[in-house]
């Protein structure tokens, strides 16, 4: 047994692991092995024919080539390209000023994001999901008003055009390596990132492949 610092304690640590072929996958401009833990700041890019599978605590996300995206726990931030979420637990996707953001957070919902030319597309594939407009002052926290969001319903896509430029990648942090990268809270997650195992094992058995992304 490791005895972990009491300020780093499992319950803290917000990781996910990332799975790939190990070819055009890449983290905080490191290429990725098949299987690596996240945490909060760490950022992936995937090469144009690659593909990668994020699994989080109650969500997969499958990540298409071409795609820069960057994990922040419960949220995602994409700078550009393509996923396909699927999640129990309201996991959402910010692009620039806009979030995507299931409806009902504790509903099994599956929805696709695509963010070419600052044009964000959204398909709510199972559940309805809300696309919300933020402040670029106060995007990450700031709770929306009725009149700055739009309802994608189930079996619905909408496209909207992001005017705050990219999404914010944060790459100054990532390639630093925040508080989280530590050893201890890499040994943390690791108690974790157990959990995060059997949710994909139980919900989803698709193999990651280039000719079958989700």
């Known amino acids: 047994?490791?005895?972990?610092?009491?300020?780093v304690s499992a319950a803290d640590v917000q990781a996910a692991i990332l799975r790939s072929n190990g070819a055009g996958v890449s983290v905080n401009n490191s290429a990725a092995p098949t299987s690596i833990a996240l945490f909060p700041?760490?950022?992936?890019?995937?090469?144009?024919?690659?593909?990668?599978?994020?699994?989080?605590?109650?969500?997969?996300?499958?990540?298409?080539?071409?795609?820069?995206?960057?994990?922040?726990?419960?949220?995602?931030?994409?700078?550009?390209?393509?996923?396909?979420?699927?999640?129990?637990?309201?996991?959402?996707?910010?692009?620039?000023?806009?979030?995507?953001?299931?409806?009902?957070?504790?509903?099994?919902?599956?929805?696709?994001?695509a963010d070419v030319d600052s044009k964000l597309t959204v398909s709510a594939l199972k559940s309805d999901v809300n696309i919300d407009q933020r402040s670029k002052e106060k995007q990450a926290k700031q709770k929306t008003t009725g009149s700055n969001r739009a309802t994608v319903l189930e079996g619905e896509e909408k496209s909207r055009t992001d005017h705050c430029g990219a999404a914010y990648i944060n790459e100054g942090i990532a390639a630093k390596g925040a508080l989280l990268n530590s050893t201890w809270a890499r040994l943390a997650g690791a108690v974790v990132v157990g959990g995060i195992t059997c949710f994909a094992l139980c919900h989803n058995d698709d193999p990651i492949s280039p000719s079958k992304p989700k």
């Open 41 to 113: 700041d760490d950022y992936i890019q995937t090469n144009k024919g690659a593909v990668a599978r994020l699994e989080i605590s109650g969500s997969t996300v499958d990540i298409s080539g071409d795609t820069i995206v960057q994990f922040e726990g419960d949220e995602l931030v994409l700078d550009h390209g393509r996923l396909s979420v699927h999640t129990t637990n309201g996991l959402r996707v910010r692009v620039g000023c806009l979030v995507v953001i299931p409806v009902n957070l504790t509903t099994w919902t599956q929805y696709d994001v």
């Open 1 to 7: 047994m490791v005895q972990l610092p009491a300020a």
